[in-house]
């Protein structure tokens, strides 16, 4: 077990790496360099001291050197919390990621959770129904859910919550406790409004897992330890619980890591028509400006995550297999 | 060329072995075909699918009631006119009709307010003359399936905020939508399957190098990539050629899924006897791909491909929503529906949501047709 | 803990099947896996069912235990009858099996408990993510009232009798763990740690080596002695059938062609197909005497000849055999045979 | 006890001369798929064929008996050892060295047959053109001619021409070993691997395959390499017998030698433990401790030695060499104390006798 956790770990820093140079690519893709834009800004702002400014930026991210140079300098403050300069916002990068990638992290596992929890009680129905008039119908519902592109869903909520209740859904705080210190109150709020969030961004992935749990129990359903199982005299709801559906989790856990991508896509899409406080609309409005560290530190966090995220996924994957816990 | 000589006298003690007439004298493609008809959602989508090609992407033009880019400023936001049969006093008409509409400034809010008015009625005609287009870009025409006589106006879905009518932009912007998730299937088909094929077959170094690359590729979220590789698209570059490389964009991710299916079927296959005696009798690795393990592997890549258009489908839309995407003047479904992104215009109008439910209807059928076809093409299904 | 003890009264009917028809209905139409069966198993002995590939025999064997995949394959007519071997000197009634729910308590409670089963794929019979103790200890406690300690101990116990050395330890192993042949020790293990009168092996040596085969048939037919059960052995080769039956029932298209004491069986077989199967075995030393085949190959269900199945491969077919279905005679007494030759 | 019509020295010429072959897998682990081991599937096999004979190759799964024939055949790189064949010109090439191009000329004479007839035929390919691949890819004659060879090859394994448009999938399994063992004689070879072909039949079916391929044999003059775990069948077919323990041959010799003889304590518990078709015999099976060693970590010495009735100290230390026994320069052991040990014959059934041959 050890040795496995050790060698996913040293595969997860070479993922972190390439990552990064990806990043670092991605950031110096847009024609010209960030400085042109900032340059094109100061411009207009007419501030004076314009020249020294770039200067030192110059000598910050090593523009006058090879481009290896400016990546190991970039990278380099990465890992110490440096990552870089925002000209849109004209604040450190790291001023403005931490918080949002917080709530990033909250909407998305939250998310997940309530995925989780709705998919596998439907898939082990489908599967022990299959055919019914139940299986149907949640089978049809799935496919819809698949279908919908979750800013549509986000759309229709709002538009719907507004005509309806005559209030607006948006944000993860009422406006009362926007910028107030966090109390109870304000976390109840919090609570209050993060359900549509995370209904809209778990609805795909539910989807999804429905499918799947499905089709993993209707596999395992027809293996002959299954068959042995009956053969004992075990109950049916046994069998079925006990000894197939602990089978069926595990492609479930091992497509955990690959379901954070759609958690982690649809929550950046609806928390910009939502308007919450995470990475999305940032991230996207960065993109927009051509604000590279900003992007750029972003991608690489979410992808980050993700890494992180697959790991967790692999470890959990060994704890519920014992075929891989003693490789 | 050699000749073979014959070697074998006729068996004098082998029985001859009649072949049962009745044992399945089908081939697997009508097998599957068989099965295929038999999921009616599945049948179902795949005519969808074909009416959306049909319409949207080959006739839109003529399908649509005008020219999508006719701006019109007495026109600006009007409500969707549904075509009447029956007239207030309740006669039918046999003929379908549409009412006049009068659009007027209302002085208090600055704003167009559209009017119908019954008095008028535009009868609609069929395979009539109107607004020019070019038939696949390229043929001036201006045969329409239908619309009405001006000043009629027959705006089916309403009209957006620049007076254009959204039923031929819903068609036209299909067009786009749809397009963009082929051509970027083609391209993750082609690139999933030769990368598969060579890591599967292959081995090796170049198997751990196509791995990682999968590997890194799979470790970004996708839509933010996309997004991130839409942003860096220069911006003088012309729509037709942004359009293309959304669709390399779209796949370059995509790709990754395919390519590890397509290996790991390829490994599998590279240890079926079949493929054993093929290099036993001397093939070259050419034919035992090519002979041996695509055909073999195809139901398998077009599930997979069919499955994942819809997904093309919904990232454009969502990067276009988003203003990543296809840029104006093209107009794809995620560019419509920016125009909704504002709760506040939503509320007043409505219809600009309707490019949204042929995203659900264009994606809820591949989703059908692609899941039909994978039940079909399964051997061990029931 | 006690061991409960059995009064063997060999000789005595525990299962009787009566007319068996067990059908699968399939989209290319229904398949009669089993035809009209008709047979019984005695105490204490064992009796060998042989056949090959498609002819029934399995299907039997889960028509006994209620494990059909119902309602797509399903038991449509005819009778199984479970009669409890006496215990303490009580007598039980008599169990119609076709007659219960397959979910009911009272099968679940024959199922393990009197009937046990093993199959053919030891890789993978067991659960991969419990122990094989966890699984033993499961289905003890599922039968017998007793805490986890003594259900362990049993768990031990029984695999020691089934020869895996070192079964402390062994115990709470994964299935992955453990050789094929180790595998199948275990699940013979859980199917005998509930001391049941009948055990029902399907295949249970095909997917192992000779010399692991030949050592648990041993081990099979030791403990058999030991618990005094009856054993259905389901299996295509005629030398385990040789070597572990006492009575063999032979069959062909879902029909019993052949039933009888396994010495008849080998030296006078009566049906054809018998006969041929008896001929196209290799014998190690009997190398000069060429093999005599069946000719043609096993009908399709879909596609079964009129009259006996196997007039068509049949080498001594008579106009009548097909026409019509030859029905079960018994030339000689215990020799029970379906063919015209013998009416 | 010796047979005198085995020991009579066989003139036949040598068609395939095996020696010291070796085939390791590697057993990579780790983040860079480093080797850290090999699983020596093939541990030093010697072995030659005469022409028009069929040896056969015994052993449980996993000993190594496939990986051998597929290494004849060159279907894996060898890891060492030499393989010679004698060509039609007469003369013996060393396969071991050959170039693609050159290997691709001699694969004509050298085919397989193999175990499973469902995998061994690709489903998406009619039985006509199945059965004239290897005419396409060696590039010999036109289409009719093509057409004209497939139905002459189905016509030989008992098949009608008229089958030739169908599919795998219509056949059962004995009909679809037929139509590979007729793709294997397409190219008129010389010699056939043929790895467990009757394993995965029915008994009927499993018959006349067997006869099949013994007609083929005496008509076309064709040398088989038998693989095969079910004793009963090899000693049916064989002249001469090879059994295999863990990666190298054990015994070899002709296979009446085998059974009335058998010089291996391996060989000795295999014979014991094939069930007969006679209730009657009383069988006294020599049961073996433990399992099969793990192909990746053998024993030193005598791979055998753990489980060896017999076993000595010095079989946990020298490897044994395969070597002719004194009285019979056809029988080879690797055993150290093959010239010491009495061991059990097998005693074909009496009554089995009489009455299959009665």
Redesign the interface.
């Known amino acids: 077990m050890t040795a496995f956790i050790g060698r996913r770990l040293v595969s997860m820093v070479f993922t972190m790496v390439l990552v990064s140079i990806v990043g670092f690519i991605i950031i110096n893709l847009p024609p010209g360099t960030y400085l042109d834009v900032y340059r094109a800004q100061l411009m207009v702002q007419g501030t004076s001291t314009a020249d020294q400014q770039i200067q030192a930026l110059e000598k910050r991210y090593a523009l006058d050197k090879p481009v290896y140079y400016q990546y190991v300098k970039w990278i380099s403050g990465f890992v110490r919390g440096d990552f870089g300069r925002s000209f849109q916002y004209n604040r450190e990068v790291k001023e403005l990621v931490w918080n949002r990638m917080g709530f990033t992290v909250v909407v998305s596992i939250a998310s997940l959770l309530f995925s989780w929890l709705i998919a596998l009680p439907i898939g082990i129905y489908s599967a022990t129904h299959k055919y019914s008039f139940g299986d149907n119908i949640f089978t049809f519902f799935s496919f819809i859910g698949l279908s919908v592109p979750s800013f549509l869903v986000a759309l229709v909520l709002m538009v719907v919550s507004s005509r309806v209740f005559g209030a607006s859904v948006g944000g993860l705080f009422s406006r009362a406790y926007q910028d107030a210190p966090w109390s109870w109150a304000k976390f109840v709020d919090f609570l209050q409004h993060l359900w549509i969030p995370v209904i809209v961004v778990g609805m795909s992935g539910t989807a999804g897992l429905v499918r799947m749990m499905r089709g993993n129990l209707l596999d395992i359903l027809n293996m002959q330890y299954v068959q042995t199982a009956r053969a004992k005299g075990l109950s049916e709801n046994i069998v079925i619980y006990k000894h197939a559906v602990r089978n069926a989790l595990h492609p479930l856990v091992m497509s955990l890591g690959m379901s954070l991508p759609g958690i982690i896509s649809g929550s950046t899409v609806v928390s910009i028509v939502l308007s919450l406080p995470t990475t999305g609309p940032l991230y996207f409005n960065a993109l927009r400006s051509q604000d590279m560290f900003l992007a750029g530190t972003f991608l690489v966090f979410m992808a980050v995550m993700l890494v992180v995220g697959n790991f967790l996924a692999d470890i959990a994957l060994a704890v519920v297999d014992p075929r891989i816990r003693y490789e | 060329m050699t000749d073979i000589t014959m070697q074998i006298e006729t068996p004098t003690e082998t029985p001859e072995i009649p072949v049962d007439q009745e044992r399945g004298s089908l081939t697997q493609g009508q097998l599957i075909w068989r099965r295929f008809l038999k999921n009616r959602l599945a049948v179902a989508g795949g005519i969808v699918i074909l009416l959306f090609y049909v319409i949207m992407v080959v006739f839109p033009g003529f399908f649509g009631t005008y020219n999508y880019n006719t701006q019109r400023e007495d026109a600006i936001y009007a409500p969707p006119q549904l075509p009447q049969w029956r007239d207030e006093e309740g006669k039918f008409h046999l003929r379908p009709f549409v009412y006049g509409l009068e659009t007027e400034l209302d002085f208090a809010s600055f704003e167009w307010v559209h009017i119908v008015d019954k008095s008028k009625k535009y009868p609609v005609y069929f395979i009539t003359r109107g607004e020019e287009y070019r038939l696949f870009g390229l043929f001036r025409t201006n045969i329409h399936l239908f619309g009405v006589e001006p000043p009629g106006t027959f705006f089916l879905f309403g009209t957006d905020d620049l007076g254009r009518d959204l039923f031929s932009r819903v068609l036209q912007g299909g067009q786009i939508s749809l397009t963009v998730g082929l051509v970027g299937v083609i391209l993750t088909i082609i690139l999933g399957s030769v990368l598969g094929t060579i890591s599967g077959y292959y081995g090796g170094v170049m198997d751990n190098i196509i791995q990682r690359i999968v590997e890194l590729m799979m470790s970004f979220p996708d839509i933010p990539l996309w997004a991130a590789l839409a942003a860096a698209l220069p911006p003088e570059w012309s729509p037709a050629k942004t359009f293309f490389a959304i669709s390399v964009i779209l796949s370059l991710r995509n790709w990754t899924g395919l390519a590890r299916q397509v290996r790991a079927k390829v490994l599998a296959y590279r240890e079926e006897d079949y493929a054993v005696a093929a290099q036993a009798m001397g093939a070259s690795d050419r034919r035992i791909i090519l002979i041996h393990m695509l055909p073999n592997a195809a139901s398998h890549i077009i599930v997979i491909a069919t499955l994942s258009i819809p997904g093309m489908i919904l990232a454009e839309t969502s990067l276009s929503f988003l203003g990543l995407g296809i840029q104006p003047p093209i107009v794809s479904w995620g560019v419509l529906l920016q125009q909704a992104q504002q709760v506040s215009v939503v509320l007043e109008r409505p219809w600009l949501l309707l490019p949204g439910f042929f995203v659900v209807l264009a994606v809820l059928s591949f989703n059908f047709l692609g899941d039909g076809i994978r039940d079909a093409a399964d051997p061990y299904s029931n | 803990m006690a061991v409960e003890q059995k009064e063997l009264a060999v000789g005595q009917e525990l299962v009787r099947i009566e007319d068996l028809h067990t059908q699968f209905f399939t ?1 290319q139409g229904i398949v009669k896996a089993v035809d009209g069966v008709t047979f019984s198993i005695e105490q204490g002995k064992t009796l060998g069912v042989v056949g ?2 498609g002819c029934g025999k399995s299907i039997t064997a889960m028509s006994i ?1 209620r ?1 059909l995949p119902e309602p ?1 394959g399903r038991i449509v007519k005819g009778k199984i009858t479970f009669f409890p071997p006496q215990q303490n000197n009580i007598n039980q009634t008599s169990v119609d099996i076709t007659a219960l729910d397959r ?1 009911s ?1 009272q099968m ?6 009197h009937i ?2 093993i ?1 053919q ?1 030891p890789m ?6 419990y122990t094989v103790g966890d699984q033993i200890i ?2 003890i406690q ?2 017998q009232q007793v805490d986890r300690d003594t259900a362990r101990a049993r768990a031990i116990e029984v695999l020691e009798q089934v020869d895996i050395p070192d079964p402390e330890r062994r115990i709470s192993e ?1 299935p ?2 453990m ?1 094929g ?2 595998r199948q020790r275990a ?1 013979i293990a ?1 199917a005998l740690s509930c001391y049941p009168s009948l055990l029902i092996a399907d295949e249970p040596t095909t997917a192992l ?7 648990i ?2 081990n099979m037919r030791d403990l058999q002695q030991e618990y005094g059960m009856s054993i259905m052995l389901i299996t ?8 572990m ?1 006492d009575e063999v029932l032979v069959m062909y298209v879902g029909k019993k062609v052949e039933q009888a004491e ?2 008849n069986i ?2 006078n077989p009566l049906h054809p197909y018998t006969q ?12 000069d ?12 269900p ?2 079964l000849p009129t009259g006996c199945y196997f007039a068509p491969r049949c080498p001594q077919a008579m106009d009548r055999c097909r026409r019509e279905a030859p029905p079960e005679t018994e030339p000689e007494p215990g020799h029970f045979v379906s063919c015209w030759l013998y009416k | 006890m010796t047979n005198t019509d085995a020991s009579v020295k066989d003139t036949r010429q040598v068609l395939l001369d095996v020696k010291g072959l070796k085939k390791y897998f590697p057993i990579r682990s780790g983040f860079f798929q480093k080797t850290t081991g090999y699983v020596k599937a093939v541990d030093g096999v010697d072995l030659f064929i005469r022409e028009g004979e069929t040896l056969g190759l015994v052993g449980e799964s996993g000993c190594g008996k496939t990986t051998t024939g597929r290494a004849i055949l060159r279907l894996y790189e060898l890891t060492d050892g030499t393989v010679h064949f004698r060509s039609e010109s007469g003369e013996m090439i060393d396969l071991s060295g050959l170039s693609k191009d050159e290997m691709k000329a001699i694969r004509r004479e050298m085919q397989i047959i193999f175990q499973d007839p469902f995998s061994s035929l690709n489903p998406r390919m009619s039985i006509e053109r199945l059965i004239a691949e290897p005419l396409v890819v060696h590039e010999i004659g036109d289409r009719a001619s093509r057409h004209k060879r497939v139905v002459e090859l189905l016509e030989a394994v008992g098949m009608s021409g008229q089958v030739a448009a169908r599919y795998p999938h219509e056949f059962s399994g004995g009909q679809r070993q037929r139509i590979g063992i007729a793709r294997a004689l397409a190219l008129n070879p010389r010699l056939i691997i043929c790895d467990e072909p009757v394993s995965a039949l029915d008994v009927s079916v499993q018959a006349q395959v067997l006869n099949i391929m013994k007609d083929l044999q005496e008509q076309m003059s064709l040398t088989y390499m038998f693989i095969a775990h079910d004793l009963s069948v090899v000693e049916h077919i064989s002249d001469r017998i090879g059994v295999m323990y863990l990666g190298r041959i054990v015994e070899l010799t002709h296979s009446e030698q085998l059974y009335q003889n058998p010089r291996h304590p391996y060989t000795e518990a295999l014979l014991s433990a094939i069930p007969y078709a006679d209730p009657d015999m009383v069988q006294e099976e020599i049961l073996l401790e433990g399992n099969v060693p793990d192909p990746a970590n053998a024993p030193p010495g005598c791979h055998f030695h753990p489980r060896c009735l017999y076993a000595k100290p010095i079989c946990s230390k020298e490897i044994p060499q395969l070597v002719p026994t004194k009285d019979n320069p056809e029988h080879f052991v690797a055993c150290h104390r093959a010239e010491e040990l009495e061991l059990i014959p097998v005693q074909p059934p009496e009554r089995l006798l009489k009455q299959v041959g009665g």
């Open positions: 989209e090959e590939s235990m494990l797509r979910h308590s679940r409670g024959i199922r393990g408990r046990a089963m199959f794929e993978t019979s067991l659960n991969p993510v499961e289905a599922l039968h994964y992955h763990q050789s042949g180790q699940m859980m080596d000779v010399t692991i085969q030949a050592k048939l041993r295509h080769d005629l030398g385990v059938i040789g070597r039956a396994v010495r080998f030296h041929g199967l008896m001929k196209s075995i290799p014998l190690i030393g009997l190398k005497k060429k093999l005599v085949p069946i000719t043609g190959s096993v009908p399709s879909f596609n």
